[in-house]
């Protein structure tokens, strides 16, 4: 405006204008004055205005229609030269916007006029043209006047005015619309009140619409009308009007002008009411029409399509679409349902094309497929539109292959010239030959199933605009379709082309969809994101509003997210059939290319969308693609058959999906062998499988993170691919090109030899890529590894066949790079690499271990952030699967293992930390079983660890060192390393010595942490050994496992063990705290105590040839349970040294007494074993805890005595050394300890009643060992166990000092227990074979070891009961029955239960017995009995008088006793048994007889009398006969001794007679009767017989008897009993001779009587002389009637003794006859009687002197003096008393 409103340019104008006037009236001057004359006052019109306004243009214009008329007349004159000048002066004036409206109609109607003449037709579009863009003056009817005008010269004849016309009327229309756009942006502050659109009615005027709107509107609906072939409302006078422009025109304003119809209710009102019915009534015939109904060229319009109008509608339906979708929603649905039936293989191929076009003008839209999408296919009950486009497309494409182009419709492009016919020609025959040629020319093109189709170069301009420019074949000739606007006819369509364009379709879409997803997508995270940070800053005041946002914009993001997700479920299935049959037809790489790009695109945004079924379909197409036709891969097979059954369909009816074709027609560049469980033959790889494979390495790099689950296809197709190329992994998991050995199936070319480094590389970047990749992804990808590897695992199975490691190595590889966050991959890495490292294969274990070892070093020396160092965590997790491989139980693992652990301990070993335990688990997870050389190693590991690392180890982890040291000590491969294990635990044990406090410090410092972290979680806090301090606990691990170790099969370490563990104790104890010790007695030790026990009791008897190897094994040694034996002897005897030495520890024990029962316990069950061995041990050591050392022979004490020898351990703290050969292994602190004792310091005195607890408990243990080993068996048989007299002899040795602690508290009760025991000790035999090395020699009597033993513990007893209260001295009696039991073994040995024993004698048999063939041999208890004996003599000579002896009757048992041998006599097994009996009865009796003349009257020795007599008897009268070899000196010793028994009697018992009971007196008196008469062998010899009758014993015998009767001490009645009874003894025993006598020499006859007969009546016969002499000699009143009744009553005896032929008898019958003589006198006065007498005696003489003479006379002489026996004489003098 400003160019031509300057003054300049007004002053131009005014020129122009005049020199315009002044030309016309020239030119009319002549012909048309009127003219002439109107131009002249125009000149002077313009003049004028000019003149007197300033502003000349507004002036000209209100003036304008005077100024124009000059003008229009010359207009009106009709010639051509006048009507140009005035036409150009008029455009130059309505250039200047001069013209009014008025003026403007007035100019119309001049140019209607115009034309109707047909005069200026170009000029006057030129004018109209003018007119109209140049202002807006012109409306309604004016305008609709000049718009028919240019209508009407479209029609014209003439091509260039119907062209120029048509390109006006497109502008005018064009115009119209702008204006409307122009007014609406002048009104567009102003808000209108909407008023309805009313239907049909009033349709010439709409009075809501401003002017140009009123303008556009009319002249759009009447475009409708003509259109619809129906009459203008408002372009009044058109004549002819076209469909074709009518529709462009149609599509020109909806094109370029949509927001007119958005704006204005009017304008939408006519799309829907008559533009969308007018499109859907002339689609109708391409609806109906099919192909093949009719063919000729002018059909019916109805029935036959029209191209020209087909294809402008379907440009007005593009527009349609994509302005005013929103508003045709319904009517759009319409319009796509006829695009995708347009594309129906019954159509007309131009048809199709043309409508395959339009469809790629939707598919460059993709915001308008979401707004489908939305509208229809999310809508519940609409038809799917979107899914019907994009499956129609693919259903297209499908039905080109299978049916091809035919008919005039279609045309090869053989036709098009260029270098291109002569192949395309061949193609058409022999297509395979176009992709296989070598030098012929490669077409682009698809090939299936023998069709070949072209690919045409189709490219696209302005995408944006949707709008095809040029769509060109290989011969570069420009068409078609949409853009065919002249063509009356429907082209010829170039083979090839609608696949091309269905093809851009298709990679259009996708790129569209992808690009408009992926970007809303992306705005969606960031804005998630920023809204997530926004929230997070504290903002009070905003907070709901904030919440507010976030909601909203979670919702609108939920809502794209649908949208998106049904754009891709709608479209996917229809674009992956069509892209995988494109791909499989594909004989062009460029298009190859497009295709994979395309399914890898949509893979990418379906897996960014989480589709996992659509997305794995993309992938499972580009990895079959990948692979060799119909290859047999498991997981692509199971996925396509899961594809197949999703059909698709296209407007409701199913369509069939054609698998691809197995034909290839691409290069093979690989020959290989399929990765199968059984391959069958070779497989091929073309170039475009490798192009596949790229693709696929592509996917996976650039998208992994969305693949997921879809990473086991990907993984598993490159396993299979990289199989088929040979290519294996290195180092580090990088796959490298392999041998060519691999095999001659494999061929490769060179091309993809030159790639196969290429392939590795993409391959490795693709895992290093993985870093890149968030957690989720990352996992996802490790899974798919991890299912890769077990297939390869499963198919490795069974078969030695090379197995893939592709998944392994990747694993590895995928690790290394992924280390900075090892941590989220690490369980499900190494979990499954565990996993491998258990298979058979060993090549599979092999690569397992190796990536795992490898992962485990890297993760140890990668940086991480936080070190490692301060990530405990980390790396426990990073050693945890190290660990795990020792569940392995393959030797190659676990040496692998092994040195993974060396390197690690080499490399990193001072920094592992609280990896520690880990790896000392690895070193002690080894087992027995597993070979010795893998034993080997993990020692050598451990030997590393324990002398060079133990300082730098936390010291919560040496426990786990002991335990590990202690295995091996287990390990029975190698005895060398069990020993030396056990000397590893010794430095393990110096070092805790060294380091203590240290070690204390720290241990206590963790146990703070834990207990704390164990209340806070409310449990309680739970370690071995707790509550023991921590460095204790270490101490007691220590222990225990030395204790397992002593209970180990092998004897060697066994014995090492328990050396160890005790000196260990014993040089370390001392650190341990006081209540620790408790835990060491009862955990440890009597654990251990336990352990050994029950391996020794149930060890094998069966004997042992050989060590191993030819080592030797001694006699005592050579079966399991004698080296049991020995084991259990150094246990207990290392327990029972610890009882001792540290005493003063283990006192204080609350438990200590129960501790010493166990203790007791075992030494008991020891004690009671059948092992000799272990016996005796187990004695020793209850010497060594009662602190016995037993006595040392002079030659064997040491050198220097002990510094400490404490006898009794009465006072708590004093030691002794273990025994005096022992000594202790280190000398700490328990000399200073005991030292302290010995030292200023008071010694602590303990509690004295639990002091005699332990010591009755002891006795009690020794009461059972006893009681339990000395008790005779109850069956007797070869295997009968007896106790051996060491083992006895230790036991009763035991007792003087046990005794010494209890015997306050000893009992009568104990006594007996005491005495069982003893008895039973020296009851017991001893086996044959060892009874030379025991018993003594013959010629010696020498007590046994135990003998003395027993005799020694009664000793001590006796001497304990002597200075002992009156309560123990009643033990005397028990004392005197012990020992007299033993004093009966003289003669009857001691049967031991029902055991047969071959009794030793004296030793005149033993000789003989100890040759006898005999399994147990019984002791000689002769000297051990008569020991007792000499005992039993010394302490009755101490005791005798004492209350309980006398009570007892001690001395009657005594008595009792002696009687056995002095009975037995010559019978006795020794000769010196007798003997030492009577000495020893004598030595009593001359003790204990006064003792009991003076109880004699309590009557306590009563029942002794008897017992003596009969001892007495039995001994002087003894039944056994002497030896026959006994000599005469012999005989008259033993007659002396008889005689001392005699002179006893006469001494010690006749004198007190008054305190003796008168039976005992009788019984004597009868036996010195029997012994004063003469009593003989019958062997003695007559030589002999005056020394063998005992004539001096008789004698004695005698005189004692003739003592006693006629005592003239008796002083009271009472004392002369014994002289009476004694008379009557003898006068009785004279009686029974001299009748036997009588009897004897009647009966002999002349026969002489036996010598020994006739000296006995001479000796009774001298006898009752003197015995009537002696009473002659008594006091009458000491002579009782009964006696000289006896006297008397021998008288007739005597005379019937006269006729004995013996002088000899004679001689002393008359001795005997004389003392009679004074028997003869009556009874008178004295004087009398004496006289009597006197003359009796005279009698008697006279009588003896003629005795010789009278002898003949004898019978008559008895018959003389028998009278005198009954004379009356006789019985007075007895009555007058007379002696």
Not at 149 to 173: E, G, P, S
Not at 594 to 599: D, G, R
Request: with cysteine; charged share 20%; proline share 5%.
């Amino acid at each position: 405006m400003s160019g031509t409103s300057s003054p300049e340019a007004v002053k131009k104008l005014l020129e122009n204008m005049q020199g315009d006037l002044r030309g016309l009236s020239l030119e009319c001057r002549k012909k048309f004055p009127p003219v002439k004359e109107a131009a002249e006052s125009g000149i002077i019109k313009v003049k004028t205005i000019a003149a007197r306004n300033t502003d000349i243009l507004a002036a000209l214009k209100e003036n304008s229609s005077e100024v124009v008329q000059p003008f229009l007349m010359g207009c009106g004159t009709k010639e051509p030269k006048i009507t140009q000048l005035c036409l150009a002066a008029i455009q130059r004036l309505m250039s200047h916007e001069v013209v009014s409206e008025a003026a403007a109609g007035n100019i119309i109607n001049m140019l209607w006029q115009l034309m109707e003449n047909s005069l200026e037709e170009l000029k006057l579009l030129q004018t109209v043209l003018v007119l109209l863009t140049t202002n807006t003056v012109v409306h309604d009817e004016a305008l609709s006047k000049a718009i028919v005008l240019c209508f009407r010269l479209h029609f014209t004849k003439d091509n260039i005015t119907n062209n120029t016309a048509a390109a006006t009327v497109r502008q005018v229309v064009t115009v119209v619309f702008e204006r409307v756009v122009a007014e609406d942006e002048r009104y567009k502050d102003t808000v209108d009140q909407p008023v309805a659109v009313q239907g049909n009615s009033n349709r010439r005027s709409v009075s809501t619409l401003k002017p140009c709107a009123k303008d556009a509107y009319m002249l759009f609906q009447d475009l409708c009308q003509l259109v619809n072939a129906d009459a203008p409302y408002w372009l009044v006078g058109m004549t002819e009007m076209t469909r074709t422009f009518g529709l462009e025109l149609l599509e020109s304003v909806l094109n370029d002008f949509p927001q007119v119809f958005l704006q204005h209710q009017e304008f939408s009102f006519l799309l829907k009411e008559r533009v969308c019915p007018l499109v859907i009534k002339l689609f109708s015939p391409n609806i109906k029409f099919r192909q093949g109904s009719s063919t000729s060229s002018s059909p019916a319009p109805v029935e036959k399509p029209y191209f020209p109008i087909c294809m402008r509608l379907l440009r007005v339906v593009s527009v349609l679409i994509k302005q005013f979708y929103s508003l045709l929603v319904t009517e759009c649905e319409i319009f796509l349902s006829l695009l995708v039936k347009f594309l129906d293989a019954d159509k007309p191929q131009w048809l199709r094309a043309v409508a395959v076009e339009s469809i790629h003008r939707l598919c460059v839209q993709p915001q308008l497929l979401r707004s489908f999408c939305q509208s229809y296919d999310m809508k519940q009950h609409s038809t799917k539109v979107f899914r019907d486009i994009v499956n129609a497309l693919g259903s297209f494409i499908q039905s080109l292959f299978l049916v091809p182009s035919t008919g005039n419709t279609s045309v090869m492009p053989n036709q098009t010239g260029g270098n291109a016919s002569g192949n395309t020609g061949s193609a058409q025959t022999n297509p395979g030959v176009l992709g296989m040629g070598g030098g012929a020319t490669v077409l682009p093109a698809f090939e299936y199933r023998g069709t070949w189709i072209p690919i045409l170069n189709v490219t696209v301009q302005g995408s944006a605009k949707a709008t095809y420019g040029t769509i060109a074949c290989l011969s570069c000739f420009h068409f078609f379709s949409l853009e065919m606007l002249d063509k009356v006819e429907p082209p010829t369509i170039p083979e090839g082309y609608a696949m091309s364009v269905a093809f851009h379709c298709l990679l259009d879409l996708v790129r569209g969809i992808t690009t408009m997803i992926e970007g809303e997508l992306g705005e969606a995270e960031t804005v998630s994101q920023s809204t997530t940070e926004t929230t997070s800053l504290p903002a009070q005041s905003s907070e709901q509003q904030d919440l507010q946002s976030v909601s909203d914009q979670t919702e609108k993001e939920l809502v794209s997210r649908a949208v998106w997700e049904e754009m891709v479920n709608a479209c996917w299935c229809g674009l992956l059939a069509a892209l995988s049959l494109l791909l499989d037809a594909s004989t062009d790489e460029a298009a190859t290319e497009n295709i994979l790009k395309a399914e890898l695109t949509m893979a990418a945004l379906c897996g960014r969308l989480g589709l996992v079924t659509s997305r794995d379909a993309f992938i499972t197409a580009i990895c079959k693609g990948s692979l060799p036709p119909h290859y047999a891969l498991t997981v692509l097979n199971n996925t396509t058959a899961a594809l197949s059954s999703k059909s698709y369909s296209i407007q409701g009816q199913n369509v069939q999906m054609i698998s691809p074709s197995s034909e290839s027609h691409q290069q093979v560049v690989a020959v290989g062998q399929p990765l199968a469980l059984q391959p069958q033959g070779t497989v091929m790889l073309t170039s475009k499988n490798i192009q596949c494979m790229r693709t696929l390495l592509n996917l996976a790099h650039c998208h992994g993170a969305v693949l997921g689950t879809s990473w086991q296809l990907v993984l598993a197709t490159l396993q299979h691919l990289v199989w088929i190329l040979g290519l294996k992994p290195g180092v580090g998991g990088a796959l490298k090109p392999g041998r060519a050995v691999e095999g001659p199936s494999t061929v490769l070319t060179t091309a993809v030899m030159t790639d196969l480094p290429v392939i590795s590389n993409i391959l490795s970047r693709l895992f290093e890529s993985s870093q890149y990749l968030d957690d989720v992804s990352l996992h996802h990808l490790i899974n798919a590894l991890c299912s890769l590897s077990l297939e390869a695992m499963d198919m490795a199975y069974g078969n030695n066949k090379e197995p893939s490691l592709f998944a392994v190595a990747k694993l590895l590889e995928t690790g290394l790079v992924n280390m900075h966050r090892i941590e989220i991959l690490w369980r499900p890495l190494t979990g499954h690499l565990l996993e491998v490292c258990q298979h058979p294969n060993s090549r599979m274990r092999e690569w397992g271990a190796e990536a795992l070892t490898s992962l485990i070093k890297a993760g140890l020396t990668f940086s991480h952030d936080p070190p490692l160092s301060q990530n405990q965590r980390l790396q426990l997790l990073l050693l945890n699967p190290l660990k795990e491989l020792s569940n392995i139980s393959h030797p190659d693992i676990r040496i692998k293992q092994l040195e993974c652990v060396l390197q690690i301990l080499q490399s990193q070993g001072d920094s592992l930390g609280p990896g520690w335990p880990l790896v000392l688990g690895v070193m002690g997870a080894i087992r027995s079983d597993q070979g010795e050389s893998l034993i080997r190693t993990a020692f050598q590991c451990l030997q590393l660890v324990v002398t060079d690392f133990l300082p730098t180890m936390p010291c919560t982890c040496l426990q786990i060192v002991v335990e590990v040291a202690g295995s091996f000590g287990l390990h029975n491969q190698e005895l060398n390393i069990s020993l030396t294990s056990i000397g590893l635990l010794w430095n393990i044990s110096d070092y805790f010595f060294q380091r203590g406090e240290i070690i204390e410090k720290e241990l206590n410092k963790e146990e703070a942490v834990l207990q704390k972290q164990a209340e806070e979680k409310g449990v309680m806090l739970n370690r071995p050994f707790h509550p023991a301090p921590p460095f204790d606990c270490l101490w007691l691990c220590l222990y225990a496992k030395l204790g397992e170790l002593c209970v180990d099969p092998r004897p060697a370490v066994r014995k090492s063990a328990g050396q160890t563990l005790f000196s260990t104790i014993g040089a370390h104890g001392t650190l341990l705290q006081h209540s620790t010790w408790h835990t060491v007695i009862w955990k440890v030790l009597f654990h251990l105590l336990d352990r050994v026990r029950e391996s020794s009791t149930t060890a094998d008897k069966e004997k042992i040839e050989s060590g191993g190897g030819n080592i030797l094994i001694h006699h005592s040694r050579d079966t399991a349970e004698k080296q049991w034996a020995e084991t259990w002897v150094l246990t207990l005897a290392g327990v029972a040294r610890i009882f001792n030495t540290r005493r003063y520890l283990l006192q204080p024990l609350g438990d200590f007494s129960q501790a010493w029962d166990v203790l007791l316990d075992h030494i008991q069950s020891a004690a009671l074993s059948k092992n000799n061995e272990v016996s005796l041990a187990a004695l020793k050591s209850f010497q060594e805890i009662l602190q016995i050392v037993s006595p040392v022979r002079d030659s064997e004490k040491p050198d220097t005595p002990p510094a400490i020898n404490v006898s009794v351990p009465v006072v708590v703290g004093t030691t002794t050394a273990t025994s005096l050969g022992r000594s202790f292994m280190r000398t700490d602190s328990i000399g200073e300890r005991i030292g302290r004792y010995n030292g200023s310091e008071p010694p602590v005195i303990t509690d004295e009643i639990e002091d005699l607890n332990l010591w009755w408990a002891a006795w009690n243990s020794w009461y059972r060992i006893g009681s339990e080993s000395t008790r005779p068996p109850i069956t007797c048989d070869k295997l009968t166990f007896i106790p051996s007299q060491p083992f006895l002899t230790a036991l009763i040795q035991i007792f003087p000092a046990l005794y010494q602690h209890i015997k306050t508290g000893f009992s009568m009760d104990d006594l007996q227990k005491l005495g069982v025991i003893l008895h039973g000790a020296v009851s017991v035999p001893i086996s044959s074979d060892a009874s030379p090395f025991i018993l003594p020699s013959y010629t010696e009597a020498v007590l046994t070891s135990l003998q003395e033993a027993v005799l020694t513990a009664l000793d001590v007893l006796q001497k304990a009961i002597c200075v002992g209260s009156e309560s123990m001295q009643i033990m005397y009696p028990a004392i005197f029955d012990q020992l007299l039991a033993f004093v009966e073994f003289s003669c009857k040995p001691p049967q031991y239960g029902q055991l047969e024993t071959k009794h030793i004698a004296n030793a005149k048999y033993n000789q003989i017995q100890l040759f006898a063939p005999a399994e147990w041999v019984a002791l000689n208890y002769v000297p051990f009995a008569e020991r007792s004996l000499e005992v039993v003599v010394d302490l009755y000579q101490k005791t005798a008088c004492h209350k309980a002896v006398v009570t007892e009757k001690v001395l009657q048992n005594i008595i009792k006793t002696l009687r056995i041998p002095l009975s037995l006599k010559y019978s006795c097994p020794s000769e010196s048994t007798w003997k030492l009996a009577v000495s020893s009865l004598l030595k009593v009796l001359s003790i204990g007889l006064p003792v009991a003349r003076q109880h004699a009257s309590s009557g306590k020795f009563d029942s002794m009398w008897p017992e003596l007599a009969n001892t007495f008897e039995d001994f002087l009268f003894t039944k056994s006969t002497p030896p026959d070899n006994l000599s005469i000196q012999e005989f008259q010793k033993n007659e002396s001794i008889d005689v001392e028994v005699v002179q006893l009697i006469s001494t010690e018992i006749l004198p007190y007679a008054n305190f003796i009971p008168k039976e005992f007196v009788g019984q004597i008196m009868t036996m010195l009767n029997k012994g004063s008469i003469h009593s003989q062998s019958s062997s003695f010899t007559e030589a002999e017989i005056d020394i063998r009758m005992r004539e001096e014993f008789s004698k004695v015998c005698f005189e004692t008897l003739l003592q006693f009767s006629f005592s003239n001490k008796v002083t009271t009645p009472q004392e002369g009993y014994i002289s009476r009874m004694a008379l009557s003894v003898l006068l009785k025993r004279s009686q029974d001779v001299l009748h036997r006598y009588i009897e004897d020499e009647r009966l002999s006859g002349k026969c002489p009587l036996p010598r020994q007969q006739v000296t006995e009546i001479i000796f009774v016969l001298k006898a009752v002389s003197t015995l009537i002499d002696s009473l002659k000699k008594t006091q009458p009143e000491n002579v009782d009637a009964n006696t000289w009744a006896q006297v008397i009553a021998l008288y007739p005896t005597l005379v019937e003794c006269i006729t004995c032929s013996s002088s000899e008898v004679c001689s002393a019958l008359k001795e005997a006859l004389v003392p009679f003589k004074d028997f003869m006198h009556p009874p008178a006065s004295k004087r009398e009687s004496s006289q009597l007498l006197l003359s009796h005696e005279r009698c008697l003489s006279s009588t003896e002197q003629s005795y010789d003479e009278l002898l003949p006379l004898r019978s008559n002489l008895v018959d003389i003096l028998f009278p005198f026996c009954l004379s009356k004489l006789v019985t007075d003098w007895l009555k007058m008393g007379i002696c």
